[in-house]
């Protein structure tokens, strides 16, 4: 009976799209690819960016004390268990710094169905980390001790209340709840997955994440570079859009941790009851003494690097109901020779289109991009890795929007979507590209794109951070001969200069909704950005993988 109904539903509802689209008034579909190139240019009523907002911000500065939790957070591990993490005690910072010690303090999750009823304890581990620099005036730091215990043995698609530090301090933090994802299989989906990238903390961000908290997702997919702790001198004080610029005599590219523990605190009402799943971007990096990199970012996020086989917090995989996510590193050996491609070759084979139809790659830096910014940056890893996820039907691949500019010595973001595309050519059985490289940081929104008049970077522009430099002039089509299109190329559906994010809606196993939200709109009804509907077509594009029965 109650699979009856789903059907019944499921049809009325692909009924209603199927009128609509006839009616004229509908949301379009990537059935009607490719789309003429569209562009938005930026807002002039609007400012390009905004300040960061203060330590003492009421939404970043430190409300507990002793070792009461905070920077609560969830991450998926596995459609039945789910990853709990959390900090205790206070960071340091100073020119002698002297780390917390892990083991005064349990790492305990009590938990139940029912509220006030969290009668299962689950235990974990606790780590710091420090971020020490050798010279002289620089300040080093030392975190609190991060906590990170794993749920097992869950009920998919069940609400779980919870508490979280150590009973024998006492030291509890007060009740919390998340629901569990469905299990993996072709009718079973999460309610909303959020997408957003480049986030921050400036006023941008909190109307950012204020915008998606109003859209209710079940899970977040953080593209990479999350609290931008690195536009700041170790001293703190005013951060800056352009590190370079603002400090050119730093010895070494500066960050100030605390804002990574202001980032958790900002981020603990929504990241405390919906799983949050991070890639690294560039502005994780964050080196230090020794050559030491990424440190924040290891030590603070927990993925299910072991479960999915990569042993990499840089690169992993999990499934939500029927969609198999793929969440790739950039700055780490991408080289069909290395462990990260013969991990996803791996991971694809195991794939099972019957039961997870969705097949959805994150990563950082965005492989197709017309912006004058970062053009053309990762075109290694393009070349590397995008036959391989071509081979096996990968439906949608959503991407931050960063690099250093060397035109123009600043970080820039926007918003973009490809139509289906594969090695530069129209293709209907690509992926859908997606940039979502807006979510609000203290750098500007781009407005120059590479194909407009003076704008196209030089072919020794946009250097990556990581890795080899690829930049190809054109073969074929309008932009032959060229490094730069000189109009907006084909393969760029819809560009627009905003903050915003996004959310996908997987409607069944070939229709998704995929709606972008700019900031600006959070006070208007019903008023989108940029929305389509995204459809497979397994029996058309054929896949290595197994396809859907």
């Known amino acids: 009976m109650v699979d009856f109904r789903l059907c019944l539903a499921l049809t009325i509802f692909l009924i209603i799209i199927a009128e609509l689209l006839a009616s004229g008034d509908g ?267 990424f440190e924040s970012y290891l030590t603070r996020f927990a993925v299910p690097s072991e479960e999915s086989g990569s042993h990499s917090n840089f690169y992993y995989s999990f499934d939500a109901g029927g969609v198999h996510f793929i969440m790739l590193g950039a700055y780490v050996d991408y080289n069909q020779t290395g462990a990260q491609y013969a991990w996803l070759k791996k991971d694809l084979d195991q794939v099972d289109r019957s039961v997870t139809p969705w097949l959805v790659a994150a990563w950082h830096p965005p492989w197709y991009n017309s912006y004058s910014s970062h053009y053309q940056e990762f075109e290694c890893m393009r070349q590397e890795m995008e036959a391989l996820l071509y081979d096996y039907s990968v439906d949608i691949v959503f991407s931050g929007h960063e690099t250093y500019d060397l035109i123009h010595t600043m970080q820039v973001h926007a918003y973009e979507r490809m139509n289906r595309v594969y090695n530069y050519t129209l293709d209907p059985c690509g992926p859908v590209y997606i940039t979502v490289g807006d979510g609000g940081n203290i750098e500007k929104v781009d407005v120059d794109h590479a194909d407009d008049p003076g704008k196209c970077p030089s072919a020794q522009d946009n250097i990556p951070e990581f890795g080899g430099l690829c930049h190809l002039n054109f073969s074929f089509g309008p932009g032959k001969g060229k490094f730069c299109w000189d109009q907006q190329p084909e393969w760029s559906a819809f560009r627009e200069s905003s903050f915003g994010h996004g959310i996908l809606e997987v409607v069944n196993s070939t229709y998704a909704l995929w709606t972008w939200h700019r900031n600006e709109d959070i006070y208007k009804e019903k008023s989108r950005g940029d929305q389509i509907y995204i459809v497979r077509q397994p029996h058309m594009c054929p896949t290595a993988s197994k396809i859907v029965a």
């Open 27 to 293: 949301i379009p579909t990537t059935l009607e690819c490719p789309f003429h190139p569209v562009t938005h240019r930026f807002d002039s009523r609007f400012r390009r960016g905004s300040d960061d907002l203060p330590m003492d911000h009421p939404r970043l500065r430190r409300n507990v004390t002793s070792f009461f939790p905070e920077q609560i957070s969830l991450a998926i591990s596995s459609p039945t268990s789910m990853w709990v993490s959390w900090v205790t005690g206070e960071s340091q910072i100073g020119s002698n710094v002297t780390p917390l010690d892990p083991s005064t303090v349990a790492s305990e999750v009590w938990y139940g169905k029912r509220s006030r009823k969290c009668l299962s304890l689950k235990t974990g581990f606790s780590t710091v980390y420090s971020q020490l620099y050798p010279f002289v005036g620089l300040l080093n730091y030392t975190s609190g001790i991060i906590h990170h215990v794993k749920l097992d043995g869950l009920e998919p698609g069940r609400k779980y209340f919870y508490r979280c530090g150590d009973s024998s301090l006492p030291a509890m933090s007060r009740e919390y709840f998340f629901e569990t994802l469905p299990l993996p299989g072709p009718k079973r989906y999460p309610h909303r997955i959020a997408v957003v990238g480049d986030l921050g903390l400036t006023r941008n961000t909190t109307t950012t994440i204020d915008h998606l908290i109003r859209n209710d997702p079940s899970m977040i997919l953080m593209v990479g570079d999350l609290s931008y702790a690195n536009q700041y001198r170790t001293t703190g004080g005013n951060g800056a859009s352009c590190f370079s610029c603002a400090f050119p005599d730093a010895p070494i590219r500066e960050t100030y941790q605390p804002r990574w523990d202001g980032w958790g605190r900002f981020m603990e009402p929504l990241i405390s009851r919906v799983p949050m799943m991070v890639i690294e971007g560039n502005h994780e990096i964050e080196p230090q003494v020794a050559g030491m990199t």
